[in-house]
């Protein structure tokens, strides 16, 4: 078996790919990268049994058809660092080896034995469905940081996707907030669907997504898996069982006080008192929005933010992290800040943009 290939195209592969290969398992073969020669295309693809990303690279020169593995970050540094523009891969079924040439330069890698590896993860497509590859990277850097990824409880460590209609719903939550993306497919579905995906899956695929308006991502999902088709490689991943929390019940129906305040006025306040304490006081009176922090090792921060404030004034804390997170997520200029009391959930969203609703919980102040 023979091929040739660009080098540009196949390090760019090797270094998506890579990213989905196990570091720690038992099975050996999944320290590796399999391809699988078929005509003028070359498939590879990097697991770990948790999630899984494959793409394809044009090939010319072929001799013969099979699959192999070779070791993952050998093959993935290895062909990044060659400065020749076409690599030519010669397997040796009996010396076991993966012959790299490209210029002048001969490498020869042992390989892994590749019926070790586990079978391709192509699920078995029940439903399906498309986003604009724009709304799908909004949608996950807006949950993402509202998770905690190495939590032992499912819902903590993964991103809630629901799906009725044309109707589509991010959720996450990590008992402290609540973030939530809503939007509209490109395409409906039949069926109410509700999944949970894993956190690590979702952190990938915004990597393999370009933010652009014009590109469409397919989502297929089955009973076990969920593949997402993106312009760049294919990620297939697990689903997460278990149940998720009923978060509508959390979210403020209504509210006793509003603030509308600049966001960028907000945010650059709170990073500058949260240099002395996370834990923050914040006084809401009709002059605005007053800021108090205080360090006991450090000193104490003072900041006075104006802002339209209508409903009785109100005493409440927070962890400053949780708002500035929110407030880096959203790209408005102004946020809307309701409250019900001291010690009840907070709804934070833009005043032109109702479709991502952010709830966080209050701290308790001490007197």
Known sequence: MRFQCMQEDLSRAL???????????????????????????????????????????PVTAVEGSGSFVLPGKTIADLVRKLSAEIVEIEISDTANQGIIKAGKSVFHLNMLPAADYPPNPTPKEETSWTLTDLFLRDAIRRTTFATLPNDSRPFLSSILFELEGNRFRAVATDVSRLAVQEGTLETTVENKISVMIPVRAMQEVFKLLSGTEDELVEIAVSERQIMFRCREANLYSRLITGQFPQYEQVIPKSSATTVI??????????????????????????????????????GDAYEEIEASVEGPELEIGFNAKFLIDFLKATECETVRIRFNGPRTPVLMDAEDDEKYLYVVMPLLLSE
Do not use: W
């Open 15 to 57: 270094q998506v790919v890579s990213r989905a290969v196990a570091t720690r398992s038992t099975l050996q073969a999944l320290s590796g990268i399999y391809f699988e020669l078929s005509g003028t295309r070359l498939r590879c693809l990097g697991s770990d049994l948790e999630i899984g990303i494959e793409t394809y690279i």
């Open 261 to 298: 305040i600049d966001k960028n006025d907000l945010a650059s306040a709170l990073d500058r008192v949260s240099l002395f304490v996370s834990s923050i006081r914040m006084t809401l009176s009709q002059g605005g929005v007053h800021i108090n922090a205080t360090g006991p090792e450090v």
